[in-house]
Every structure is written in C-alpha cells, then in structure tokens.
C-alpha cells in the first residue's frame, strides 16, 4: 500500500512451537534487539506508536464494560507486559478488547465489579485447560476464505469504530484527519527511520496545541490514572454461588479470547512469514488473564488493530515491541497524562484509518479474483464478513464462516462417491468398484446404488479405490449386504484400506438400523 513502510524480516526470538520447559520461559536464544541497534530502534518507536494508539480504545472499552476508564488501561498495561513474556506469538499485541468488554459488560451491570474480577481470572484458567487440551489445533479447521473473511471484516470493523469521531465534530477536525492521513502516506517516502503514525500523533497535537483548536481529545475519552494498579483478591464470596454465576461468562470470554488470539496470530505468521506456538500463546492468554484479574484489570485478549500497527505499519518483530507498548502505556499515562490528554483524537483516528485501509485484503475483491474463485469460497468470504459486521463479533463470524464452508465442502464431496457396475465374462459375478469418500452424506446415497434383483447370485463390491471415514458408511455397506442376503444372494466387499478395514470389522453388524 502506497506509503506504508514494507515490514523488513527478521528473525525471531522465540517462535518455535517445540521448546522445552526451561526454554519456554527463558527464550531459545539471544534477543536480535539486544545485538541489532536497528532492530531495537524500530521496536522501541512502534512500543510507542502502539501505546498512543492504545489509550483511547483501552478507554472506550472500559465505558462498554461499565467499568472506570482506568481499569481498561491498567488491564492493557498488564496484559501486554505479561503476554510479551509467556505468550506463544512475538510482536502481537494483547490488551483490553472490546469482544471481551461485551461478554462481561451484563456481569459487572448485573453483580458488580468485584464478580467480573472473579470471571476474569476463572477465563484466564479455562483458557490454560483449553490451550493445555490443544485447542490451539483447531485452527487447522479454519479455510482461507474464513481466513480472508476474517480480515477484511476486521477492517470493516476499524473503520466504522472510527465513524463516531468523524462525524458531529467540529469543522477543524476534517482538515487535521486529512493532514494525519497525508503525513502518513507521504513521510515515508522521505524516510522511514521514524514511524509515520508516530510523526503524525506528534505534529498534529503540536499544531493544535500552538494554535489553540478547540477539537475532541484524548483527554474527553476519560481521566487517566495518577498511579500503578495494586495486586489483589476479587471482593466476592468465595462460595458455589459465586462459581455458578461466573463461571459462564468466564467461559463465553476464555473461548471468545482464545479464537480472536489464535485468529490474529494466524494473521501475523503470514505477515512476517514465520511460525509460531498456538499452544503457548493460548496458555500465554490465560496466564496473562489471571495476572489482569489479581491487578484489578477487566481483561482481555489480542488487539488485531493494534497488532496491525505494530507489524505492518511500524514493522516490529520481536517482544519488545509489546513489553514496550504496555511500559509506554503506563508511563505516558502517569507521567505525561496531561501531554497525552491534549492528543487530538483525529490523528488517533488517522492512524486506525489507515490501519483499516492496510488491513483490508483489495485483491479478495478484484473483479479477476471473484470470476476465478469458486462461489462456495466468496458465499463462505461473504457470510463471516456478514456476521461479523451484523454482531461486531469476530468470534461468531469465524464460527458461523467455518461451519458454512464445512457444509459446503461436505455437499461437494458427497457427490463425488461414484458407482460402477461391471458384470464378468460368463455372468455369474457383479462387480461394484466404488470410487469416492465414504461419510455420512455421500453414504446416504450408496444403498440406492445397486440392483438388488436383478444382479446375480455373487456381488463383489471393490472399494480399493474409496476411504471409509465413518459410521454411517459401515451402516451403509451393512444394509446393502442385508438386502442381497434378504435375497439369497452373497456379497464380498474387497479392497479395503487398513483404517477402512479396521473401523469395518470393529462396526460392522454392530449398527441398530442397518439391518
């Protein structure tokens, strides 16, 4: 994209997905920062970028959650601190998010804060069990075209979070979002040493500062907080009460979390071109929920815009970047609250604009990709960018996308299970060859496949050139060996693979009904 930085590849400190316990927690070799002062440049500065970006949606999803702005960025501070330490995936963002803001926002309203504490470190645990389970291996159910879904949907998401800033404002704020969104896409052309979002926060909150233009801020969003978050238990009873009515929110945020976690960290292994732990970083997650949870914190789980800006448009690589953005977050707000409160919201709203831009993948829709791709994959595209949008959901729409392309594969595969007849020389034999996948949709069809008067007394049905996944297909063959029985006649079947010959002789005649 024209005046975004390309992302330079470097290697990555920790990111393979087989580490032993000691090198789990200490890094599998050195740090690139620490030898590469370009590296430790580029980290620091998007640390910064990330931070500024940060503190008006750590605020806005404090208010969804109804909780006090602070407790939103105390829960991004420790979230990001945390999560760049024992999370499975370099340089992605976690914090407080607004998918997570809305499953407990209805605990807090209804039982106050001290149950969405409680529910916050009970997800942390649930998302320890799931990543402990492998969870983390489902995302191989995942198809491109939810994939592509996904991501653009996200940036349809980042946009429209932006529509509220861009309209009933002052007239001066339309000038200010068109000069943020210029120095962005021109700075870079005359270097890239500093990060453009960077050089257009800073800019524009010094000519509105010297000039003295009265547009929303920062510091309209909420107060910032004075101190650092002191550790402590939830103020709730510790009874089965208190279990049974958290514990299905903490349920609905561990797993809400988790597929928006493992989605954008999907996301980040095909930016940069690299693996990744989706184990870790799922136990990363919980880790990261519970330290939230002790610290006061609403929670939270990776920030896919955020992300964006750290890998794409500031180019880091590494952990620092996030240890760094959640140092710089408490730092800025403690420190420099008042300088940060005068950041004018439409350079924020630039940069997430051009993060959206980025993010959308153009080629999805190009008119030469529609008229090649088939219409299952656009209809499975269509529907996750529908859901999502329709519930801003991340998590429904990679749900609903995956079930739909499941369907549709299911369907396509089913007709694939072919039947041939072939009758010998002199007669006295039938010989089926079935071709295809056996499962419950394509075996549906199979028992209506065959002539059961009028073949003769010997059938062979050959399946060396078929699979036999599961149950149904067992069933199926039984009834097909019923009917010829029925008739007096017998049925060979031959061919079959060894797992198909394995669930065969452990099912078949075993089946109620398919006799």
Request: neutral net charge; charged residues 15%; aromatic residues 6%.
């Amino acid at each position: 994209m024209p005046g975004v930085p390309r992302a330079r590849q470097v290697p990555l400190a920790l990111h393979s997905p087989a580490l032993s316990p000691a090198t789990w927690l200490r890094g599998s070799r050195r740090p690139t920062w620490l030898s590469d002062p370009k590296v430790l440049h580029t980290e620091v500065l998007a640390g910064l970028v990330v931070a500024l970006a940060l503190i008006p949606e750590a605020i806005s999803f404090s208010v969804i959650a109804g909780v006090d702005p602070a407790i939103g960025l105390f829960a991004s501070f420790t979230m990001a601190v945390t999560i760049a330490i024992v999370g499975g995936r370099p340089a992605m963002i976690s914090a407080a998010t607004g998918a997570v803001a809305l499953v407990i926002a209805p605990l807090n309203r209804e039982h106050g804060f001290g149950y969405l504490v409680a529910a916050v470190i009970l997800a942390g645990v649930f998302q320890i069990v799931l990543g402990l389970l492998g969870v983390a291996k489902l995302m191989r159910f995942v198809p491109r075209s939810v994939m592509v879904g996904f991501v653009n949907s996200l940036a349809i998401l980042i946009f429209m979070a932006q529509v509220p800033e861009m309209t009933r404002v002052p007239w001066a704020v339309y000038p200010l979002l068109t000069a943020g969104l210029a120095l962005m896409v021109f700075f870079p052309k005359a270097t890239t040493v500093v990060p453009a979002p960077l050089v257009s926060i800073v800019t524009l909150t010094l000519i509105t500062v010297a000039v003295g233009i009265a547009v929303p801020t920062v510091g309209d969003k909420g107060e910032l907080p004075s101190s650092l978050p002191v550790p402590g238990l939830p103020d709730v009873p510790f009874t089965l009460d208190t279990l049974t009515t958290v514990a299905p929110y903490a349920l609905a945020m561990a797993l809400v979390g988790l597929m928006e976690s493992l989605m954008t960290a999907k996301l980040v292994d095909e930016i940069t071109d690299t693996r990744s732990s989706k184990t870790r970083e799922s136990i990363g997650q919980g880790v990261a929920n519970i330290v939230t949870g002790f610290f006061g914190g609403m929670g939270g789980c990776a920030m896919i815009g955020q992300t964006i800006i750290n890998v794409r448009v500031s180019g880091a690589r590494t952990r620092l970047s996030t240890f760094l953005a959640g140092a710089f977050l408490m730092v800025l707000c403690i420190a420099f609250g008042p300088v940060v409160s005068d950041i004018p919201m439409a350079a924020l709203v630039a940069v997430m604009v051009m993060v959206s831009f980025a993010t959308f993948d153009w080629h999805s829709i190009a008119p030469k990709t529609l008229r090649r791709m088939p219409a299952g994959e656009i209809s499975v595209m269509v529907i996750t960018v529908a859901c999502v949008v329709a519930t801003s959901n991340l998590a429904i729409g990679v749900v609903v996308g995956s079930i739909t392309a499941m369907v549709i594969f299911a369907k396509r595969v089913a007709h694939l299970a072919e039947v041939t007849a072939i009758t010998d020389p002199n007669g006295s034999t039938m010989v089926y060859r079935v071709t295809g996948e056996l499962f419950f949709a394509s075996s549906n069809d199979l028992v209506g496949r065959f002539d059961y008067a009028g073949d003769p007394d010997r059938v062979v049905i050959d399946l060396s050139a078929t699979h036999i996944w599961d149950a149904s297909s067992v069933a199926a063959l039984d009834a097909i060996e019923t009917k010829y029985t029925q008739r007096g006649k017998t049925v060979e079947i031959i061919g079959l693979n060894e797992p198909s010959a394995r669930i065969h002789k452990k099912l078949s005649g075993e089946l109620a009904g398919s006799q």
